[in-house]
């Protein structure tokens, strides 16, 4: 069996940036209809300019995933569009600030809560009524190793990404019996913009030697490329996938087993 979603539709949110950009692309490749959704306009759009180049129906809504009405908005399209949502890669995330737990602002705290935490409720929220109707779909939430372990000075995105382990294992338990999955990728350190900002915060005078120690301390001394979690998230909504659901799986080249 090969995976294959023609025919399919999906919906990438953070589609303008590194792995949401990957993920749009790869399902795209492999025959879907894509709405990307990113806040940022300019990289969103760039995203649904790659899908056409390579022939892909493609859709790019402006939208912040924290706002109700924004993601009711993201939804409405979808469905005007092509009348139906098999896949659901629900990926937007913001790092928030890089600080000592005393020193965090709590209006970054709360940022971080809502587009992180809040962002992947109301997707689900949202997108799960139309999967149900269909008895039928697939989401990936993207979490991260920060849901398993600490991290120093992202206390916040840390925790923001524990909740989105524990909202995608309660989804997954109301929709098991009706036909959907709910699963939630994991990644160890990509190399992605947010990577690189988060890095750029960590060691403002060095980043690329902080980056080096990194990636030596990694099992397979390497990051991972946007393209690999890309895989894992296809695999995960493919039908090569059917029992699969309720699971945070890692990919972080053995950085934490
Ligand atoms: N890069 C890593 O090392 C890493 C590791 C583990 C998990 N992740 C997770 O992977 C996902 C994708 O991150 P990435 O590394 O590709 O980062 P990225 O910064 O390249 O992409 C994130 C995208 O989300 C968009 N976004 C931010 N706030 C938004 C909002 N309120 N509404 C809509 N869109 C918004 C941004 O504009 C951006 O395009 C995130 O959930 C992130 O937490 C990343």
Redesign the pocket.
């Known amino acids: 069996m090969k995976i294959a979603f023609d025919d399919q539709v999906a919906i990438v ?8 950009r990957a993920v749009s692309l790869a399902l795209g490749r492999a025959g879907a209809k894509v709405m990307a ?4 306009a300019v ?2 759009a760039e995203t649904v300019r790659q899908l056409q180049a390579l022939g892909v129906q493609a859709g790019f809504h402006q ?4 706002s109700a009405e ?1 993601v009711a908005a993201y939804v409405a399209e979808t469905m005007r569009l092509w009348g139906r949502i098999d896949v659901f890669m629900n ?5 928030g600030a890089v600080l000592p737990l005393v020193d965090y602002p709590d209006d970054v705290f709360d940022k971080v809560m809502a ?2 935490v809040k ?1 992947v409720f109301l997707g689900m929220k949202h997108v799960l009524p139309v999967m149900l109707a269909q008895r039928r779909g697939a989401v990936v939430n ?5 849901a398993y372990i600490g991290t120093r000075h992202l206390g916040p ?1 840390t925790a923001s ?1 524990h909740a989105v382990l524990g909202l995608t294992k309660s989804a997954a338990l109301e929709v098991a019996r009706k036909g959907i999955r709910v699963n939630a990728v ?10 690189r ?1 988060i890095e750029a915060l960590q060691s403002p005078d060095n980043a690329a030697s902080l980056r080096e120690q990194r990636a030596a301390m990694i099992p397979d001394g390497r ?1 991972a490329t ?1 393209d690999e ?1 890309a895989n894992l998230m296809l695999y995960l909504v493919s039908d090569l996938a059917t029992h699969i659901t309720g699971q945070g799986v890692q990919i972080n080249g053995g950085f934490h087993t």
Do not use: E, F, H, R
């Open positions: 949110t953070g589609a303008g940036g590194g792995i949401g959704v990113d806040l940022d990289s969103g939208a912040d995933v924290s924004g990926n937007a995330a913001w790092q587009i992180n962002g993207t979490a991260s190793l920060g995105y990404k994991c990644p160890g350190p990509v190399d992605t913009p947010m990577l900002d990051y946007p979690v």
